[in-house]
Structures are given as structure tokens and as C-alpha cells.
């Protein structure tokens, strides 16, 4: 029983590491994208973008007067078939009208889906946006813009990966 109570401890040991490892790399990462401008803050969110969907292609648009888009991702180099983004670097949350601009912005260019990404949050009144409803626009708040980056290897690399091993509670099989 001695040796089941050391693997728990071991196991429960490491986890609670690994958490406070997570908070301290997302603090980290926050503080980054807080001091990156507007154009580069959408170049990572195209990034993150890019491996979410996991396509190759995609762009910023220029620096201002874009329309309300700021970036696109597409399936295919020609561009058909375009996903655009909106990127809002900011510690406000972000109500329906900038949602339902952008919205507007995707009709605008007929696109049948998008992504709206924040490093703050969304209010529940841009929850309820038809886009949104309909699984055409995907909100993405802050954090889970950094467990996307997280997940996605955006900012962070491993360093090292740990296994650990706990003997089969069926013991082991003589069978083959």
C-alpha cells in the first residue's frame, strides 16, 4: 500500500506543478501580446489561426481601413473559400455592436464562417448575435486564446516530456 500512496503523491505532485507552470506561462504570454501593436497582435492571432484550422495559407489586411477584417485563413493558396478574422487587443469586453459589425463585414464579403478574437472577453449580449447562434462567427476570448497558444505551441515549446508508469492493476498478461 506504501508504494500506491508514494505514486499517488508522485502523480498529484506533478500535476500541481504543471499548474502553477501553466499559470506563470500565461501570465508570461499575456504580458507579451499586451505590448505587441495592433498589426502584430493580428499576425499572431493569424498564426494561431492558421494552426487551429490547420491551413497553410492566410493573411493580415492592411494596417487601416480594412473593412473591419483584419485577416483571413483559407484552405488553398488562390484563396477561395477565405475564413476572415477580426483581432481586438484590449482589456474591454466586447458587446454585440462590434460583434455585429464584423458580422455585417463577413456578409460583406460572403464569407460563411469567422473567427472574432480577443484578449479580454465577450458580454453575454454578443453571445446572442445571429452569427454566433448559428455557428457561423466563433468568439475567442483571452484565455482560451492562450490555451489555444498553449495547445498549439505558440509562444512556448517543451522542454522535456515525463512518463510515468504504475503497475497494471490487472498485473500482467502470460498469454501473448
Known amino acids: 500500500m506504501q508504494k500506491k500512496t508514494f505514486q499517488v503523491n508522485l502523480l498529484s505532485a506533478v500535476k500541481d506543478a504543471h499548474r502553477v507552470q501553466l499559470q506563470e506561462i500565461q501570465e508570461a504570454l499575456t504580458k507579451k501580446m499586451n505590448s505587441l501593436n495592433p498589426y502584430d497582435f493580428e499576425k499572431l492571432v493569424l498564426l494561431v489561426l492558421k494552426r487551429l484550422e490547420k491551413v497553410s495559407f492566410g493573411k493580415v489586411t492592411q494596417r487601416s481601413r480594412d473593412g473591419g477584417i483584419d485577416g483571413h485563413v483559407s484552405k488553398d493558396a488562390i484563396g477561395r473559400k477565405r475564413v ?9 469586453v466586447i458587446g454585440a455592436p462590434k460583434v455585429q459589425q464584423f458580422s455585417g463585414a463577413m456578409l460583406d464579403m460572403r464569407a460563411h464562417c469567422g473567427f472574432f478574437v480577443t484578449t479580454s472577453r465577450f458580454s453575454p449580449d454578443a453571445h446572442r448575435c445571429e452569427l454566433v447562434r448559428k455557428g457561423m462567427l466563433t468568439l475567442i476570448d483571452g484565455p482560451s486564446l492562450l490555451d489555444w497558444m498553449y495547445q498549439f505551441e505558440v509562444g512556448v515549446m517543451v522542454e522535456s ?8 492493476p490487472n498485473g500482467f498478461s502470460l498469454d501473448g
Open 161 to 168: 516530456t515525463i512518463t510515468l508508469k504504475i503497475l497494471s
Open 84 to 92: 476572415p478574422f477580426q483581432a481586438k487587443r484590449t482589456t474591454a
